[in-house]
């Protein structure tokens, strides 16, 4: 894979606290991103999240968009102010 200022990653995270899943996207590592959802609102109440998968893409924004309009019929709507947790059945088999 060849290395751009567009590439990065994508993550799910799961939580024993949440019956969702988190699908994002970020420049940096999963596990530094994680730390970061652990501490901010919405997500930190339902955490500790955990890294459950993760791929390095060539444009992490486009593949995080693709994912989110995929799973958009699984919207959580229950979490206020997010838009990338999803109630997928199954999640216990990720």
Same mark, same amino acid.
């Given at each position: 894979?060849?290395?751009?200022?567009?590439?990065?990653?994508?993550?799910?995270?799961?939580?024993?606290?949440? #019956?969702?899943?988190?699908?994002?996207?970020?420049?940096?590592?999963?596990? !530094?991103? =994680?730390?970061?959802?652990? $501490? %901010? &609102?919405?997500?930190?109440?339902?955490?500790?999240?955990?890294?459950?998968?993760?791929?390095?893409?060539?444009?992490?924004?486009?593949? #995080?968009?693709?994912?989110?309009?995929?799973?958009?019929?699984?919207?959580? !709507?229950? =979490?206020?102010?997010?838009? $990338? %947790? &999803?109630?997928?059945?199954?999640?216990?088999?990720?």
């Amino acid at each position: 894979m060849t290395i751009t200022d567009k590439s990065g990653y994508v993550y799910i995270l799961t939580s024993k606290n949440c #019956e969702s899943i988190k699908i994002g996207g970020t420049d940096y590592p999963p596990m !530094k991103r =994680i730390k970061e959802i652990n $501490n %901010s &609102f919405p997500y930190k109440q339902y955490g500790i999240w955990h890294l459950q998968d993760f791929r390095q893409v060539n444009d992490w924004r486009l593949v #995080e968009y693709h994912l989110h309009y995929q799973f958009r019929s699984f919207l959580n !709507k229950d =979490i206020p102010n997010q838009k $990338n %947790s &999803f109630r997928l059945l199954g999640k216990q088999h990720l």
